[in-house]
């Protein structure tokens, strides 16, 4: 129902739920009864006093019915919103069942897609690209498949404004300006091209949803197939690269390709790290930065 959450199941224990545009709302567990019933407190930002929700969990035959009671103080406020508060628990117990059933989540498959990855933006690069303004989202690689690259933006186009919002380097500006909008809305993004302000109609792209299969062996079959894909693009990318190239750099801040490749290391090993905890175990690799050494020192 939201986009962080973090608990402490027990009477007395915290219940912190946020969303993007920095809402959220905290409170304490008051009863949990297993597999029976769940009460809690919380008060949200703009709540003016906290309020009581009570969950029931009933068996019936293979299903689950589940009861939500949402107890408001009296006063014009609880009032005036009520019909909000019904509405968007409707909205997350359809949900809950929808990730239960089929495992998709509409908070992600309804989220909208701009389709950007952005790069690096300050003064100095506003110079020498000739773009009149230092603040502002820096487009990078752009999917053709997506919306921007569709709607016309383009590698090294300087987001300043989306729909009225203003775009600054924050990236959480870029998040909150479609907050609320759904696949299919269209905003008005305005962009320097170099020299140049433009303006144009951009259409939030949908989410692409992978099919995922079921099985655990299949789905270690499809993953394996990326990563071989990937794993050949790699060694393809270093064949004939001697150390000296490989070592080498741009400039001062920019990464050698030997710096790179630690890092993708660097990175697998944290989401191998990632799954084990998941899991209940305990992270099999501490010795990261050992590994991040060697792939720096040794050709």
């Excluded at 103080?73 to 239960?100: C, M, R």
């Excluded at 820096?138 to 919306?147: G, K, Q, V």
């Excluded at 303006?199 to 299949?218: A, F, V």
């Excluded at 990326?226 to 801040?253: C, H, M, R």
Aim: aromatic letters at 10%.
């Amino acid at each position: 129902m939201c986009d962080f959450a973090t608990v402490a199941a027990r009477p007395g224990g915290r219940i912190y739920l946020w969303w993007h545009g920095d809402f959220y709302s905290a409170g304490e567990f008051i009863s949990l009864e297993e597999n029976k019933s769940i009460q809690f407190e919380w008060h949200s930002r703009q709540d003016p006093a906290p309020s009581q929700i009570t969950v029931g969990l009933q068996e019936i035959g293979n299903n689950t019915l589940v009861t939500l009671i949402h107890s408001l103080p009296d006063g014009e406020y609880w009032s005036e919103h009520s019909q909000d508060f019904l509405q968007q628990w409707t909205v997350t117990l359809a949900n809950l069942a929808q990730v239960l059933e089929t495992g998709l989540d509409k908070r992600v498959i309804d989220r909208p897609m701009l389709g950007i990855n952005v790069s690096d933006f300050n003064a100095e690069i506003a110079q020498s690209m000739g773009v009149p303004v230092s603040d502002g989202i820096r487009l990078d690689f752009l999917p053709e498949e997506m919306s921007a690259y569709q709607s016309g933006l383009r590698k090294d186009d300087v987001l300043i404004s989306l729909d009225g919002k203003p775009i600054t380097k924050d990236f959480e500006s870029l998040v909150r300006a479609i907050q609320g909008k759904k696949c299919g809305d269209i905003m008005e993004a305005v962009f320097y091209r170099g020299p140049e302000k433009k303006s144009l109609p951009l259409e939030l792209s949908t989410r692409p949803i992978p099919q995922i299969p079921w099985e655990p062996e299949k789905l270690a079959e499809v993953i394996r197939a990326k990563y071989d894909v990937a794993q050949a693009a790699l060694e393809a990318a270093f064949q004939g690269i001697g150390e000296s190239e490989a070592s080498f750099g741009t400039s001062p801040n920019e990464w050698s390709a030997k710096e790179v490749l630690a890092h993708l290391i660097q990175t697998e090993r944290h989401w191998l790290e990632n799954l084990e905890d998941e899991i209940g175990g305990y992270p099999r690799f501490s010795d990261d930065w050992a590994v991040t050494a060697a792939c720096m020192s040794v050709p």
